[in-house]
């Protein structure tokens, strides 16, 4: 489809095109996901790698390029000591500017590090979260005393627990893998932790702290009519949930995508179009909300092409009781779609873009499928024909290829900005 816009394709492997548009849009906007994305996935966070090439391709899209991820900046797990460890030949790497922990952990370039709208008695709650995580872990296991010697126990605890400032995290990636031969042992851990999460939510309730927190599933199979994620689990597709993150209220990507834009078109105009203090945990939830908030407060005139970049997007068609059922999910879902609906409103040809990130160590994303070097089916269920999410761009092998695209299209962009 060479004369179809990107922003009108589905699943394109156009990269070139893809590359040459990073490169000379002036106005654009990049919002993008982090693990799976221009980092492999892996059980455990702290075997992450990312290259210092890549990190520094991001100089070129200084302003015009942010990070929006569930992970967070800061911490022995956090992304900034990875950039560290990448950088460990300079005293002064680069770090990854945006939003971290769901949209509430902003990160300037150079790693100064804040929490908008999260009072002291919220982080204080958090502080204690993991703790109580390894307490639950440790005290499931001594009902199967035999499925684990005591060694690989206490190392799958200790890659479990993310002891995030902001988004204290159980990431059962490895016990999934030691858990293979006893795949109802592994059910009954996710829903051990779910409850354990449950309780949480209680006790913040008692402490008068009802509203400000709530758990995100990763993957999870979307939202119940209260809004509350689903999770999702294991079967013969994967692990389904993996990843049970305690998080503050307000802090969903989809959220953060305005407050990333509010701070760009400050960046070029001197004016915030939400106010200088507007931070995710002040929008509201609604995509349609979220929406009209950026019709009623953005002039079309200086809106950019944004592009959304992430590797978590599924769907179920299921039947229960009798009716056919689709559950869309994946934590880069809301997010994408959301930047798809901005670039429909103000026709600024926005594009989405999905990373296959199924052949990391983490079994929970579906492969796209392939045949004459095109996509003829993407990371949903084939039979969900009405997903209104549409999924411009596709990198089927991965981060690494998304990152050498990345990584061409910052050296295009410089040489064309110091001609």
């Known amino acids: 489809m060479p004369d179809t816009p990107l922003h009108d394709q589905s699943l394109s492997l156009d990269h070139q095109t893809f590359a040459a548009l990073l490169a000379t849009t002036e106005n654009l906007l990049i919002i993008q996901d982090l693990d799976g994305v221009c980092m492999g996935l892996v059980k455990d966070p702290l075997t992450r790698v990312i290259t210092s090439d890549y990190v520094r391709a991001t100089n070129a899209f200084d302003q015009h390029f942010y990070v929006l991820t569930n992970g967070e900046h800061i911490g022995q797990r956090g992304v900034n000591h990875i950039v560290e460890k990448a950088f460990k030949d300079s005293s002064v790497p680069n770090y990854l500017p945006g939003l971290a922990a769901g949209g509430i952990q902003w990160q300037d370039r150079e790693g100064a590090v804040s929490h908008p709208g999260v009072s002291e008695a919220e982080l204080a709650f958090l502080q204690a979260v993991p703790d109580r ?37 159980a990431n059962l990636n490895t016990f999934y893998a030691h858990l293979q031969d006893a795949p109802e042992v592994y059910v009954a851990l996710q829903k051990n932790i779910k409850a354990l999460i449950d309780r949480l939510l209680a006790e913040a309730q008692e402490k008068d702290l009802g509203d400000s927190f709530f758990v995100h599933y990763a993957p999870n199979l979307g939202q119940d009519s209260q809004g509350q994620e689903l999770i999702w689990f294991a079967g013969p597709e994967g692990s389904g949930t993996t990843d049970f993150q305690f998080m503050v209220q307000g802090a969903i990507k989809e959220a953060g995508v305005l407050a990333l834009l509010n701070r760009y078109i400050f960046n070029r105009t001197g004016t915030y179009p939400l106010g200088e203090g507007f931070n ?33 997007v599924n769907s179920q068609v299921v039947e229960e009781s009798g009716q056919i059922v689709v559950r869309r999910g994946g ?89």
């Open 133 to 169: 995580i390894a307490r639950q872990l440790h005290d499931f296991f001594q009902q199967y005393p035999e499925i684990l010697e005591s060694r690989i126990l206490e190392e799958c605890i200790a890659a479990s627990v993310l002891d995030n400032k902001a988004s204290p995290t």
């Open 280 to 312: 995710a945990r002040q929008a509201p939830s609604d995509r349609n909300a979220l929406l009209d908030l950026v019709k009623t407060n953005f002039d079309p005139d200086q809106m950019p092409t944004i592009i959304g970049v992430g590797d978590t």
């Open 331 to 419: 934590s880069d879902r809301n997010f994408l779609t959301l930047i798809q609906d901005i670039g429909g409103q103000f026709n600024t040809g926005n594009l989405t873009v999905y990373i296959d990130s199924s052949a990391g160590e983490v079994k929970n994303r579906k492969p796209l499928k392939l045949e004459g070097g095109t996509v003829i089916e993407g990371p949903c269920d084939p039979q969900d024909t009405e997903d209104p999410l549409q999924l411009n761009m596709a990198f089927p092998d991965g981060h690494l290829q998304y990152c050498k695209i990345f990584q061409q299209a910052a050296a295009a962009r410089a040489a064309k900005t110091s001609a």
